[in-house]
């Protein structure tokens, strides 16, 4: 597999067909955890995802299924990347998928760090701030006190709301 060096767009938990629900619901209970990839029974709904998208199909197989799935996900996205966790025995598949979710490494290696790069032809945005000198017109910086000499204004003749006869929704 590619060493990555961003994360991917998309990624796909596939358990191999001929393994039970165990090989998910414990072997890879912290993989998922820790990751949490979308898990899937069948290719139909990786081969929607739009092949200008990254698409990571990690599968959890034996040795003797793994080779057809590769197959299968080569012939259907062929711009998908295929990482596959092969161990024959349910032990050895619950350690492989640990060490990954302890190691942060979702596929099996560590990420390539690059240094990020400007594009010359974005400009650059500066972070923006208040002015500490003063503000600008309208920008309220106090709530104005009341005019102690105004005169309050009597409210309307109101009307107490009386009980309803009966109750609201009629009978």
Request: aromatic content about 8%; proline content about 16%; hydrophobic content about 40%.
């Amino acid at each position: 597999m590619p060493q990555l060096t961003v994360l991917p767009d998309y990624h796909f938990l596939l358990i191999a067909p001929n393994l039970g629900a165990e090989w998910l619901f414990d072997a890879a209970r912290s993989y998922w955890d820790r990751f949490r990839p979308t898990v899937i029974s069948d290719l139909e709904l990786a081969s929607l995802i739009p092949p200008q998208r990254l698409i990571v199909i990690t599968v959890v197989a034996r040795r003797d299924a793994i080779s057809q799935i590769g197959v299968d996900i080569s012939q259907r996205m062929p711009m998908a990347i295929f990482d596959p966790v092969v161990e024959d025995t349910f032990d050895n598949m619950r350690n492989t998928l640990n060490q990954r979710a302890f190691a942060n490494q979702p596929f099996g290696a560590p990420m390539a760090t690059l240094p990020p790069t400007l594009d010359p032809n974005q400009p650059i945005i500066p972070t923006p701030r208040v002015p500490t000198s003063r503000p600008p017109a309208g920008f309220i910086t106090a709530t104005p006190s009341p005019d102690v000499n105004a005169v309050p204004t009597q409210p309307p003749n109101l009307t107490p709301v009386q009980p309803t006869p009966g109750p609201v929704t009629g009978g």
